[in-house]
């Protein structure tokens, strides 16, 4: 039985610690959480890790400086340390690193990063579902890194969807495409705005199909966007 990789996360933002542990996570890692340099450096010094993600920008101590420093413990010699960052920099491209994730990172590219250094593949354990039905590193973008903005969004989109979907459903029924396409306009403007990437791409494939006009297709396309649309309200009142 191959054991799970161990990932030490290092990030001084709350939100990404949590994004990058939830979706670590759904790839069957064992991680841990560092939220400043000598958070991380006092865990390389007691524990073994398997990869460790480290954020540039931190206060006190930035990463390329903590990544040096955990190179010389006798354990972590030859750890992969990744930087993280939202921007290319001198220090992100530092020797000490073994590569560069650039922010926002998906889960996607979170789980190639950790296969390439782990050294097999790695079983999915949901690796996209909740993080594509709403992605709230990418929602924070459009809200300034303002929790209030995004929590206003989120109402103002979970009060509108329910009334939209109801419009929509009538306009495919009476095949008054024409509107059908206009309300499908709006949600996906809303559903970017709000990172609910799921509810998004399966509108974007009935705008495609409504084009055709065959109805059989369209009713079947419909079905998939309504239950996207059930998982994104069920997750997003949780919120």
Known sequence: ???????????????????????LKKIDCDVLVAE????????????????ILMDIRMPTMSGDVAAKEIKTLPNHKNTPIISTSAEVSQETQ???FSDFLLK??????LKDCVEKYFGHALID??????????NRQQAMKFCYNDESILEKLIEMFLSELPEKFKLLQSSIYSENFKESSDIIHKLR???????????????E????????????MIGEKFK????????????????
Request: aromatic content about 4%; some cysteine.
């Open 1 to 23: 039985m191959k054991k799970s990789p161990r990932v030490l996360v290092v990030d001084d933002n709350q939100i990404n610690r949590q994004y990058f542990s939830m979706a």
């Open 36 to 51: 400043n340099a000598a958070s991380a450096i006092e865990w390389a010094t007691s524990e073994n890790f398997d990869l």
């Open 94 to 96: 530092a020797p000490v």
């Open 104 to 109: 926002p990172i998906s889960p996607q590219q």
């Open 125 to 134: 354990s949901e690796i996209d579902s909740e993080i594509n039905v709403f």
């Open 189 to 203: 403007g809303s559903c970017r705005t709000c990172a609910a990437n799921e509810l998004d791409s399966k509108l």
């Open 205 to 216: 494939e009935l705008s495609e199909t409504i084009k055709t006009e065959d109805t059989v």
């Open 224 to 239: 998939m966007a309504k239950q996207a649309q059930q998982r994104c309200m069920s997750l997003l009142s949780e919120k």
